[in-house]
Every structure is written in C-alpha cells, then in structure tokens.
C-alpha cells in the first residue's frame, strides 16, 4: 500500500515504512554537516547543533528541514522507537540517534523557534 504524506510517499511493507534517503535531501546536510562524528565535541547536544544550523541557514532551509523532520516523525509514528535513529545514522550518515520520535520533536521545536 502507498500513500502521500505532507509530500513524501510512504510504502508500507509488512507494515512498516520504507523510508527512501532521497525524499530527505535537507536532513541529510544537517545530519551530515551539524551531527557528524565530533557533534558532542563542536556541539554539545543535538539541541545546541540545531541552534548552530539555524544561525547558519536561510528561512527556506530552516522551513525544508522541519517538513521533513515532521515527514520523519509521521512515518515512523507507532512502529518500532529506534525506527528513526537507524534511518538517520543508516541512510543519512548521521552520528547521533533519536531514541524516540519524542527526540526528533524536540528538535523540531528548535527549528522553529530559532531564528
């Protein structure tokens, strides 16, 4: 079964998602470049790195990286908790794993209100 959500398609198999790295350009520069292998030394926190992408970032990469951080978090929703963090570090080479969607909200909220 297939269906759109906020303009990612999600494919279910045996119900659960199969998440296509390509629908998530803009997460994986920030993955990449803000949770990378040294983020905890640079950073501190994933937190403190979302802080550090939005003074870096245009409105519009801001705005493209929480839709598809919420896109994440609504095809992961209800299925196994480690679910997002394996698609992070797995297929976006991220160095930091959400243990929950509740992780990726958090985020979320810096995103958007870090200007």
Known sequence: MTKRSRGHELKRHAGSPALDPDEFP???????????????QVHGSPLAAATAFCGDASPEERERLNREIAA???????????????????????????????????LRAVILTTR
């Open 72 to 106: 994440l978090v609504e095809m992961t929703e209800g299925g196994s908790p480690r679910a997002p963090g394996r698609f992070l570090t797995e297929s976006l080479g991220s160095h930091w794993a959400p243990r929950s969607t509740d992780e990726l909200r958090a």
């Open 26 to 40: 803009c997460l994986r520069v920030f993955v990449r470049g803000y949770l990378h292998e040294d983020f905890v």
